[in-house]
T-cell receptor, first 116, second 117 residues
Framework: AQKVTQAQTEISVVEKEDVTLDCVYE???????LFWYKQPPSGELVFLIR??????QNEISGRYSWNFQKSTSSFNFTITASQVVDSAVYFC?????????????FGPGTRLSVLP | GAVVSQHPSRVICKSGTSVKIECRSL??????MFWYRQFPKQSLMLMAT?????????EQGVEKDKFLINHASLTLSTLTVTSAHPEDSSFYIC?????????????FGSGTRLTVV
C-alpha cells in the first residue's frame, strides 16, 4: 500500500534561515512518481516538483532543492534563505505509475511559518 | 499548458440544498478526473475517481448518492453535493489526468471552498 509520511506538522523559522521539510514514502511498486506541492492560504495547490523513481539526481531550482534517496525512501525539500512568502502548507505526494489512472496519495502536510 | 479550471471558488449554501462544482480541462483531454476533499488543517483525501464515460469509483466511506460525479466529456467533470449539511463544509479540489500526464504530472484545479449554513 502507498503511504506518505511528513513527520513535521509545523515548522517556524525566521526569515533567511534554511529549512528542510522531510518526506518518507512507502510503496511496493518499482515505478512511481514523487511530488511536492505548496498550498498557500488561498488554497490552490502550486506544483513545485515531480521526480520519477528512476531519477535519483538531486535538483535545485533557485532557493529550492530536493534530495531524493531511494535507499531511505525519502524525498526531502530544502528552502534556502527562507522568505515570508514561503509561508504555506507543503505537501509531499506519491503516485504509482503501474496502474493507469492511479491517483495521488498525499502526506499530511507541513505548515511552514516564516517569521520576519 | 495543462490548465484545469474549477468553479466556483467559493460557495455558501443552505442546509438541505444541492451544490454543483465544475472542473474543466482547458487545453487537454482529461481521461481521468479525481475529486479530493480537504478539511481544515488536514491533508487532501481522495473521494472518487472518474473516467470519461464511466461511472465514478468512490473511496470507502464516501457516499456515492450524496456526492454525484459526472464525467460526460473529456473536458468536464462535475461534483454535486446533494442535500448538503454543515459537516459537508470543506475544500473540494479536482485534478485531471490526460494521456500525457505521466510525463508532466497531474494538474489540479484551484479548489472550491464550500460552506453549508
Amino acid at each position: 500500500a502507498q503511504k506518505v509520511t511528513q513527520a513535521q506538522t509545523e515548522i517556524s523559522v525566521v526569515e533567511k534561515e534554511d529549512v528542510t521539510l522531510d518526506c518518507v514514502y512507502e510503496t511496493r511498486d518499482t515505478t512511481y512518481y514523487l511530488f511536492w506541492y505548496k498550498q498557500p492560504p488561498s488554497g490552490e495547490l502550486v506544483f513545485l516538483i515531480r521526480r520519477n523513481s528512476f531519477d535519483e539526481q538531486n535538483e535545485i531550482s533557485g532557493r529550492y532543492s530536493w534530495n531524493f534517496q531511494k535507499s531511505t525512501s525519502s524525498f526531502n525539500f530544502t528552502i534556502t534563505a527562507s522568505q515570508v512568502v514561503d509561508s504555506a502548507v507543503y505537501f509531499c505526494a506519491l503516485s504509482e505509475a503501474n496502474n493507469y489512472g492511479q491517483n495521488f496519495v498525499f502526506g499530511p502536510g507541513t505548515r511552514l511559518s516564516v517569521l520576519p | 499548458g495543462a490548465v484545469v479550471s474549477q468553479h466556483p471558488s467559493r460557495v455558501i449554501c443552505k442546509s438541505g440544498t444541492s451544490v454543483k462544482i465544475e472542473c474543466r480541462s482547458l487545453d487537454f483531454q482529461a481521461t481521468t478526473m479525481f475529486w479530493y476533499r480537504q478539511f481544515p488543517k488536514q491533508s487532501l483525501m481522495l473521494m472518487a475517481t472518474s473516467n470519461e464515460g464511466s461511472k465514478a469509483t468512490y473511496e470507502q466511506g464516501v457516499e456515492k448518492d450524496k456526492f454525484l460525479i459526472n464525467h460526460a466529456s473529456l473536458t468536464l467533470s462535475t461534483l454535486t453535493v446533494t442535500s448538503a449539511h454543515p459537516e459537508d463544509s470543506s475544500f473540494y479540489i479536482c485534478s485531471a489526468r490526460g494521456i500525457d500526464s505521466v510525463n508532466y504530472g497531474y494538474t489540479f484545479g484551484s479548489g472550491t471552498r464550500l460552506t453549508v449554513v
